[in-house]
């Protein structure tokens, strides 16, 4: 079983503003042209093994991103035997919990995906606790961006994996997903779900820094958390198959080193974790 936490949905360029594309095709890959449209045919092409995936759009009026929960809602009924849909909040906005209810109630998303960074907001501002606390009585789980990011007005510290400590000391039966391992915050993300229980990481978008991505997973290793670790793609940005890819080819590029290995098993339970029962989906 493959589960793919982390995929996005969202029609190109509509639900982005002109700066925010502009900054996105400055600090793009130099060996990827910048396409950033999105059909499931193209998502299933390079993930043939994959069974289920969460999917989600995204709201960050500071950042420039929007894409309404009835989008995400209408992606999802295409193949619902495949997709599960997260909603989004922009909490800076008026109206977020109405939207937050609906998206939940009335469209049927079973998660929540915040963009702190992108929107401007820390997620352990008391003025969220009735988000948290909507997710701990609804089970829902909360997968956040966490790391860095190409856009100049977003601002950093909002993303740090220590917002997610007094989160989780108060709401602690939320389930969080911290997404990208919180790179290149990597050894705070790793102490953070080492000390709750139910904070996680995903390893979405680190495969093509390869030897980031081995220490971070190294951290990892050493901190004995390699189970809190769940796999997801961040499609349209990469692939499941480049990301099984670039996990398997990481202790090959160490031959003729004295570097330690990563264990292979764990590269293999990661892969293949089931995350829709940890997140209780």
């Given at each position: 079983?493959?589960?793919?936490?982390?995929?996005?949905?969202?029609?190109?360029?509509?639900?982005?503003?002109?700066?925010?594309?502009?900054?996105?095709?400055?600090?793009?890959?130099?060996?990827?042209?910048?396409?950033?449209?999105?059909?499931?045919?193209?998502?299933?092409?390079?993930?043939?093994?994959?069974?289920?995936?969460?999917?989600?759009?995204?709201?960050?009026?500071?950042?420039?991103l929007w894409v309404d929960d009835?989008?995400?809602?209408?992606?999802?009924?295409?193949?619902?035997?495949?997709?599960?849909?997260?909603?989004?909040?922009?909490?800076?906005?008026?109206?977020?919990?109405?939207?937050?209810?609906?998206?939940?109630?009335?469209?049927?998303?079973?998660?929540?995906?915040?963009?702190?960074?992108?929107?401007?907001?820390?997620?352990?501002?008391?003025?969220?606790?009735?988000?948290?606390?909507?997710?701990?009585?609804?089970?829902?789980?909360?997968?956040?961006?966490?790391?860095?990011?190409?856009?100049?007005?977003?601002?950093?510290?909002?993303?740090?994996?220590?917002?997610?400590?007094?989160?989780?000391?108060?709401?602690?039966?939320?389930?969080?997903i911290m997404a990208h391992l919180?790179?290149?915050?990597?050894?705070?993300?790793?102490?953070?779900?080492?000390?709750?229980?139910?904070?996680?990481?995903?390893?979405?978008?680190?495969?093509?820094?390869?030897?980031?991505?081995?220490?971070?997973?190294?951290?990892?290793?050493?901190?004995?958390?390699?189970?809190?670790?769940?796999?997801?793609?961040?499609?349209?940005?990469?692939?499941?198959?480049?990301?099984?890819?670039?996990?398997?080819?990481?202790?090959?590029?160490?031959?003729?080193?004295?570097?330690?290995?990563?264990?292979?098993?764990?590269?293999?339970?990661?892969?293949?974790?089931?995350?829709?029962?940890?997140?209780?989906?």
């Amino acid at each position: 079983m493959i589960i793919d936490i982390h995929s996005h949905t969202w029609q190109f360029p509509e639900h982005f503003t002109e700066q925010f594309r502009q900054q996105a095709a400055q600090f793009a890959r130099a060996d990827k042209e910048l396409d950033l449209s999105i059909t499931y045919e193209a998502y299933r092409q390079s993930a043939q093994n994959c069974d289920k995936t969460i999917v989600f759009g995204g709201k960050a009026r500071l950042s420039g991103l929007w894409v309404d929960d009835q989008y995400v809602a209408d992606y999802v009924k295409t193949h619902p035997d495949r997709l599960i849909g997260f909603l989004a909040v922009d909490p800076t906005q008026d109206g977020w919990q109405e939207e937050m209810e609906y998206g939940h109630q009335e469209l049927g998303l079973k998660g929540i995906k915040l963009l702190s960074m992108y929107a401007g907001f820390y997620p352990h501002d008391e003025r969220l606790d009735p988000l948290w606390g909507y997710a701990t009585e609804h089970h829902l789980p909360v997968l956040l961006h966490t790391g860095t990011t190409f856009v100049a007005q977003a601002p950093l510290d909002c993303t740090l994996p220590r917002h997610l400590d007094p989160v989780a000391t108060r709401f602690p039966d939320v389930k969080i997903i911290m997404a990208h391992l919180s790179h290149p915050y990597e050894g705070e993300c790793a102490v953070v779900i080492r000390k709750h229980p139910n904070v996680y990481a995903d390893v979405s978008a680190l495969h093509y820094r390869p030897f980031q991505f081995y220490n971070s997973l190294m951290l990892v290793q050493e901190y004995g958390v390699w189970h809190k670790l769940l796999f997801g793609s961040d499609y349209p940005f990469t692939t499941i198959d480049a990301s099984i890819e670039g996990l398997y080819a990481l202790n090959k590029m160490l031959d003729g080193t004295a570097l330690p290995r990563l264990h292979e098993d764990q590269i293999d339970a990661l892969i293949h974790r089931d995350s829709l029962d940890i997140l209780e989906l």
